[in-house]
């Protein structure tokens, strides 16, 4: 039996004590790529933060990479994070008094990993921005900056990488760029890519859509 | 990247709030430091000229002024005492040794002493070169003195009245300089001593030109000095001495140990509201520090949820936070113990340049380091509670608003 990256059944997520979401079920393999659309406050973000453990499972069964994700501890669900999995949020939002190359370096260091100059090198060439690297994020453009966030949630060539509208301000130009990066760095380090949107551009690129609105 | 590298940067980001509180902080603990420095250094100074003095016998009056005349050279005397009544008095069985003190001129504003040999010897002075003087009108001169004024032996050096710089000049009598001290880091350094007779010979006769030298030498016709400085046989001389001194004669018993705890009483008052005024200043450091850590944590609330999501824990985040409240005050107390120091040598050397007194080096002080630690521990406490806020962030909240 082949160990699937990531394996929902049966689960109700939300805030408190409030569901916002249930989902029956979910199978993704290894280096597996999928699409979760559905319109806004159907539960596409909060999918997503419950796989990362940055909330709990109400109910139901959630394994990430094996482990139960439900199961672990705050603490151990922040150290799992940091080891496997990366985050490309919406809001780019990289720590504004460091620099490029110290923003990668910070994902190690709150990981809990060795720092990794060479691999941060390595990453920032691959995505076109190892010129940046000592500047602090204000004088990125929005491109830049976009490359420095995937740059981060890839530095440590996670199992699996989770993007929460990653092209929801971007030109179609631009979506189209961002979206065969991610998916490029994704299949580069071997990670399964989970990416929630609302942004219909973004459809064509994958074969695996799950749409909450069928979930629900 | 570590705790340490990321609160410097992120301290550094906001580096106007940062350089306000560090300064703050500074001035309160430069504040602190300089007041130890300087109350340690004055207490050893009194101390040392206070040595082996039990008691000051001299003109009635304020016994403080009485100590700081006679024993550190600071104020001027009560006035004088009758020689005979002195003599009588140094007569007594209870007492070990009585120096004489006979105040009246300066040169360049160190003050010129009559006295006896046994006063060199008994705060250790030693000759540095030439000998001990014997007869009037040769001094020998504190290791200050030589040094300030550039002097050498067999120089002639002239007197001024008073004990104060002045344009008074006894030009008729000259002093020879005989001798020169080594340094002893006592009262001796910065003094002309010289026989209680050339004291008396100067002012023997009163300048003509001013009546009231000339009313008071026709009121005093005997042989006068200033003051005994005395040195107890028994320890019942300590009972005895003082009452028989201002109960049977003209003269005041003044205790110098009594009346410098008084003298240093009195200056607590002051160093108490300087001391005051410096942890104001350090509680409105902390003050800062919690403002400024509470406002930096409101306004990077995503960027510690973003870092949450990258794998740091609760406790890390917390940590990141003390760090750079403790960062805060290590980088204040270190400006504070230099700016404190660099106080305390420029009060030293003003203090000096007065003449009124010489002070040791500013070394280190041990309480320096209970300074440096109640600081950090004011830092660290200020950052408690935005560690806390930053602590009890949403992280899914603050993610999902996006800014």
Same mark, same amino acid.
């Given at each position: 039996?082949?160990?699937?990256?990531?394996?929902?059944?049966?689960?109700?997520?939300?805030?408190?004590?409030?569901?916002?979401?249930?989902?029956?079920?979910?199978?993704?393999?290894?280096?597996?790529?999928?699409?979760?659309?559905?319109?806004?406050?159907?539960?596409?973000?909060?999918?997503?933060?419950?796989?990362?453990?940055?909330?709990?499972?109400?109910?139901?069964?959630?394994?990430?990479?094996?482990?139960?994700?439900?199961?672990?501890?705050?603490?151990?669900?922040?150290?799992?994070?940091?080891?496997?999995?990366?985050?490309?949020?919406?809001?780019?939002?990289?720590?504004?008094?460091?620099?490029?190359?110290?923003?990668?370096?910070?994902?190690?260091?709150?990981?809990?990993?060795?720092?990794?100059?060479?691999?941060?090198?390595?990453?920032?060439?691959?995505?076109?921005?190892?010129?940046?690297?000592?500047?602090?994020?204000?004088?990125?453009?929005?491109?830049?900056?976009?490359?420095?966030?995937?740059?981060?949630?890839?530095?440590?060539?996670?199992?699996?990488?989770?993007?929460?509208?990653?092209?929801?301000?971007?030109?179609?130009?631009?979506?189209?760029?961002?979206?065969?990066?991610?998916?490029?760095?994704?299949?580069?380090?071997?990670?399964?890519?989970?990416?929630?949107?609302?942004?219909?551009?973004?459809?064509?690129?994958?074969?695996?859509?799950?749409?909450?609105?069928?979930?629900? | 990247?570590?705790?340490?590298?990321?609160?410097?940067?992120?301290?550094?980001?906001? !580096?106007?709030?940062?350089?306000?509180?560090?300064?703050?902080?500074?001035? +309160?603990?430069?504040?602190?430091?300089?007041?130890?420095?300087?109350?340690?250094?004055?207490?050893?100074?009194?101390?040392?000229?206070?040595?082996?003095?039990?008691?000051?016998?001299? !003109?009635?009056?304020?016994?403080?002024?009485?100590?700081?005349?006679?024993?550190?050279?600071?104020?001027?005397?009560?006035?004088?005492?009758?020689?005979?009544?002195?003599?009588?008095?140094?007569?007594?069985?209870?007492?070990?040794? !009585?120096?004489?003190?006979?105040?009246?001129?300066?040169?360049?504003?160190?003050?010129?002493? +009559?006295?006896?040999?046994?006063?060199?010897?008994?705060?250790?002075?030693?000759?540095?070169?030439?000998?001990?003087?014997?007869?009037?009108?040769?001094?020998?001169?504190?290791?200050?003195?030589?040094?300030?004024?550039? &002097?050498?032996?067999?120089?002639?050096?002239?007197?001024?009245?008073?004990?104060?710089?002045?344009?008074?000049?006894?030009?008729?009598?000259?002093?020879?300089?005989?001798?020169?001290?080594?340094?002893?880091?006592?009262?001796?350094?910065?003094?002309?001593?010289?026989?209680?007779?050339?004291?008396?010979?100067?002012?023997?006769?009163?300048?003509?030109?001013?009546?009231?030298?000339?009313?008071?030498?026709?009121?005093?016709?005997?042989?006068?000095?200033?003051?005994?400085?005395?040195?107890?046989?028994?320890?019942?001389?300590?009972?005895?001495?003082?009452? &028989?001194?201002?109960?049977?004669?003209?003269?005041?018993?003044?205790?110098?140990?009594?009346?410098?705890?008084?003298?240093?009483?009195?200056?607590?008052?002051?160093?108490?509201?300087?001391?005051?005024?410096?942890?104001?200043?350090?509680?409105?450091?902390?003050?800062?520090?919690?403002?400024?850590?509470?406002?930096?944590?409101?306004?990077?609330?995503?960027?510690?949820?973003?870092?949450?999501?990258?794998?740091?824990?609760?406790?890390?985040?917390?940590?990141?936070?003390?760090?750079?409240?403790?960062?805060? +005050?290590?980088? +204040?107390?270190?400006?504070?113990?230099?700016?404190?120091?660099?106080?305390?040598?420029?009060?030293?050397?003003?203090?000096?340049?007065?003449?009124?007194?010489?002070?040791?080096?500013?070394?280190?002080?041990?309480?320096?380091?209970?300074?440096?630690?109640? !600081?950090?521990?004011?830092?660290?406490?200020?950052?408690?509670?935005?560690?806390?806020?930053?602590?009890?962030?949403?992280?899914?909240?603050?993610?999902?608003?996006?800014?």
């Amino acid at each position: 039996m082949v160990v699937g990256m990531l394996s929902i059944s049966n689960i109700a997520l939300g805030y408190g004590d409030k569901p916002v979401l249930q989902l029956t079920g979910l199978e993704l393999p290894k280096g597996g790529q999928c699409l979760i659309t559905g319109a806004s406050g159907s539960g596409k973000t909060t999918l997503l933060y419950a796989i990362a453990g940055l909330i709990s499972v109400m109910s139901g069964k959630m394994m990430v990479g094996g482990a139960d994700i439900g199961k672990l501890s705050e603490a151990e669900r922040d150290h799992f994070r940091g080891q496997h999995i990366g985050m490309i949020f919406q809001t780019l939002h990289l720590v504004k008094s460091l620099t490029v190359l110290d923003n990668l370096l910070l994902a190690s260091y709150l990981a809990g990993v060795p720092p990794q100059h060479q691999r941060a090198s390595e990453v920032l060439k691959k995505l076109d921005i190892h010129d940046k690297r000592d500047e602090l994020p204000e004088r990125l453009s929005q491109g830049q900056a976009q490359r420095v966030a995937i740059a981060r949630a890839v530095l440590h060539r996670p199992a699996l990488i989770l993007a929460d509208e990653p092209t929801s301000s971007l030109d179609d130009s631009a979506c189209e760029t961002v979206i065969n990066l991610i998916k490029e760095v994704a299949q580069d380090t071997g990670a399964a890519l989970v990416i929630s949107t609302h942004d219909s551009r973004v459809k064509s690129h994958f074969g695996n859509v799950i749409n909450l609105g069928d979930g629900r | 990247m570590n705790t340490l590298k990321l609160s410097v940067a992120n301290l550094r980001f906001r !580096a106007l709030a940062s350089f306000f509180n560090v300064l703050i902080l500074a001035l +309160g603990i430069a504040a602190i430091v300089t007041l130890l420095h300087l109350s340690r250094q004055i207490e050893q100074r009194f101390t040392r000229d206070l040595q082996g003095i039990d008691l000051v016998v001299g !003109a009635k009056g304020s016994p403080i002024q009485l100590i700081l005349s006679s024993v550190f050279h600071l104020d001027i005397p009560n006035g004088n005492i009758p020689l005979a009544e002195a003599e009588k008095l140094e007569a007594n069985p209870l007492i070990q040794s !009585a120096i004489p003190i006979a105040l009246g001129d300066n040169y360049n504003g160190f003050r010129i002493v +009559g006295t006896t040999h046994d006063y060199i010897d008994h705060y250790g002075g030693k000759l540095a070169e030439g000998r001990l003087y014997e007869v009037q009108m040769e001094a020998v001169l504190g290791s200050e003195v030589v040094r300030k004024n550039q &002097l050498k032996l067999n120089d002639k050096i002239i007197g001024a009245h008073g004990l104060a710089n002045s344009d008074d000049l006894h030009t008729d009598f000259p002093y020879t300089i005989v001798g020169i001290l080594q340094p002893t880091g006592t009262v001796l350094d910065r003094l002309v001593l010289t026989p209680v007779e050339s004291v008396w010979h100067v002012h023997e006769h009163p300048d003509a030109d001013d009546p009231e030298e000339v009313a008071y030498k026709k009121a005093h016709p005997e042989k006068e000095i200033t003051s005994l400085l005395i040195s107890y046989k028994t320890p019942m001389a300590a009972v005895v001495l003082p009452r &028989l001194v201002d109960k049977t004669s003209s003269m005041q018993a003044a205790s110098p140990a009594f009346e410098t705890a008084r003298l240093l009483k009195i200056l607590g008052i002051g160093s108490d509201a300087i001391e005051l005024f410096a942890g104001m200043l350090v509680a409105i450091a902390a003050s800062g520090f919690f403002v400024t850590l509470w406002s930096a944590v409101n306004d990077r609330r995503y960027d510690i949820a973003l870092m949450r999501s990258l794998g740091a824990t609760r406790g890390k985040i917390f940590a990141l936070v003390l760090a750079e409240g403790l960062t805060l +005050g290590a980088l +204040g107390t270190a400006l504070g113990l230099l700016l404190g120091h660099g106080f305390a040598c420029l009060a030293q050397s003003w203090i000096e340049r007065t003449r009124h007194m010489a002070l040791g080096a500013v070394g280190f002080h041990p309480y320096e380091i209970y300074v440096v630690l109640i !600081a950090l521990a004011i830092s660290a406490v200020a950052a408690i509670l935005p560690g806390m806020m930053a602590y009890r962030v949403n992280v899914a909240k603050v993610l999902s608003k996006g800014s």
